[in-house]
């Protein structure tokens, strides 16, 4: 006997909505099809209600399934209920949650089901089994590696969807031009500007900080800002990307973002790019990340939450320290994650990345040993950690805090008591300890939390002219104290420092040996050619 099949899909990307599907071998049947959307259809007196061969990443909810055998699987992995809470009113009352499927084998009292097996013969769900929202407690299985974590009680019709969002979509969400091609344009037409630290601080003194800073914090920032346009725009790009979703009255010319060229979207793109500085959180979550003071299990709790109630966030990543031109600058890359499926062995977070046009890409999150632990690769760099911005911050890394800048012509190196340090070596730049380290043309910073009391600063010399070593600390979040030296500096002039700091002063003693710090004089450099040449004449001589 021939199967009949009502529905048969070999494609990506469509939605299934509204159908009948009734009394055929098959209602609704997907060969090789992913990232489908299959909803509010009644799949009813069929022998296979769906059919899923070698078809992943589809979202199937708010379907009723009444046949003699619902789900036929192989090689699929599917999300079978909605993937953010819903706004629904069921039985004259309110309810924000999931929503899963109607299945006309489901009974709460039954904890496992096996589709492959013959069906018992199961009586309706009475009045008895019925939750108050009109979701099951237990799981629907669907598959070996699949479930219906909200299966519904009764058909979907009683389900009255108040509210429910369009979720982001990055073929319509994302821009159709990468962060490589935006930056590269945006440089060649001079659209990539610098905030000044004058205009940091008035920002800051006009919105003032919940907690105590000096000014050298202000300087964390410009030249965190500068380094902004170094690896590109990606969070410009995911910041106007997730701004356009929320708030669709702001995209240029009433276009989908994907419509969108380079140049109706640059003003939004460089402004997320470049203030962020003013946005604190960001900022705070920035440094947790750079010092590895984040638990990725709270930050992926963070991201969900947002994530049900409707809203994609930002996620940061940090990479580490890579070379750009003369200077070593870390490497940073932010995405927009707005969908998650979790099982009992990973968590796969889909994510719009600007530096692949219109993809949905996934990370991957494992669980070992109780920790959740991440790897993503993006344009050849691995990510291992990460933030969700937007989500709630603590302050209270800003309470004790160490800031040393130096203004160059020099190379600054910190030492902490047990001799481990913080600065440029030959492979690159060295973290000994907790700490935040700038590298640039206008200076380098240094920012040490949670500071022990005593450290050894060197300088050496990379030219000659003036240098201005500054150091302020913070204790308990309300004591700043602050001290500032200058000197000549001579190339590969070393200069050392030992600091001892209390909540009432920054004590100072130069520990610098004079001799490496006096410049040659100007005879020497020519001394010793005259007496190599001088030399040679001799040797030609008795030759």
């Not at 979701?135 to 509210?163: A, H, I």
Request: glycine share 8%.
């Amino acid at each position: 006997m021939a199967l009949s099949t009502d529905i048969a899909i070999n494609a990506n990307q469509c939605r299934i909505t509204d159908n009948l599907c009734l009394n055929n071998s098959i209602g609704i049947s997907l060969y090789e099809s992913s990232n489908n959307i299959i909803k509010n259809n009644n799949i009813t007196d069929n022998f296979f209600g769906i059919r899923l061969y070698n078809s992943n990443n589809n979202l199937i909810y708010l379907n009723n399934f009444i046949n003699s055998k619902n789900v036929y699987s192989f090689a699929s992995t599917n999300m079978w209920n909605s993937p953010g809470k819903i706004t629904y009113q069921y039985s004259d009352k309110i309810f924000t949650n999931y929503l899963g499927n109607y299945w006309n084998d489901y009974n709460e009292d039954k904890l496992s089901f096996d589709p492959g097996g013959d069906l018992p013969p199961y009586d309706m769900p009475t009045d008895d089994y019925l939750v108050e929202n009109g979701v099951g407690d237990t799981p629907y299985t669907t598959t070996d590696s699949d479930k219906d974590y909200y299966p519904l009680m009764k058909p979907f019709e009683n389900y009255f969807v108040l509210e429910e969002k369009r979720k982001f979509d990055p073929a319509i969400d994302g821009f159709s031009f990468t962060n490589s091609d935006f930056g590269r344009w945006a440089r060649e037409n001079g659209l990539c500007t610098d905030i000044s630290i004058e205009d940091i601080i008035g920002h800051y003194n006009a919105n003032p900080l919940p907690f105590k800073v000096p000014t050298l914090f202000y300087w964390f920032l410009y030249l965190s800002g500068k380094k902004s346009h170094e690896g590109g725009h990606c969070y410009g790009m995911a910041a106007a990307s997730l701004d356009y979703y929320l708030h669709p009255e702001k995209i240029p010319n009433g276009k989908k973002v994907s419509e969108l060229s380079k140049e109706e979207a640059a003003e939004d793109i460089e402004y997320w790019q470049t203030h962020w500085i003013f946005d604190i959180d960001t900022v705070t979550k920035g440094l947790q990340l750079t010092l590895g003071f984040v638990s990725l299990k709270d930050e992926y709790q963070a991201a969900k939450r947002s994530i049900d109630e409707g809203k994609p966030v930002i996620l940061a990543m940090f990479h580490g320290m890579v070379r750009h031109g003369s200077f070593w600058t870390p490497v940073y890359h932010n995405v927009v994650e707005y969908n998650y499926k979790e099982t009992d062995e990973k968590i796969e977070g889909y994510i719009y990345d600007s530096n692949y046009r219109l993809e949905e890409r996934v990370i991957n999150k494992t669980w070992k040993n109780g920790e959740l632990k991440m790897n993503y690769t993006s344009a050849g760099y691995d990510f291992k950690s990460f933030v969700s911005l937007g989500s709630a911050v603590d302050y209270s890394i800003w309470d004790n805090m160490l800031y040393i800048l130096v203004r160059c012509p020099v190379e600054l190196h910190v030492y902490d008591s047990q001799g481990n340090h913080i600065g440029l070596t030959p492979e690159g730049v060295e973290t000994g300890f907790p700490a935040l380290y700038i590298h640039d043309e206008e200076g380098e910073l240094a920012l040490i939390p949670g500071h022990e009391g005593n450290y050894t600063i060197e300088i050496v010399g990379t030219g000659e002219g003036t240098y201005n070593l500054s150091i302020a600390a913070v204790f308990d979040g309300t004591i700043v104290v602050e001290k500032n030296i200058s000197g000549k500096v001579f190339p590969d002039a070393t200069y050392n420092y030992k600091i001892s700091i209390s909540p009432a002063e920054i004590v100072v003693e130069e520990t610098t040996d004079t001799a490496q710090t006096t410049p040659v004089p100007e005879f020497t450099t020519i001394l010793i050619p005259v007496l190599i040449i001088f030399g040679l004449f001799q040797l030609m001589r008795w030759a």
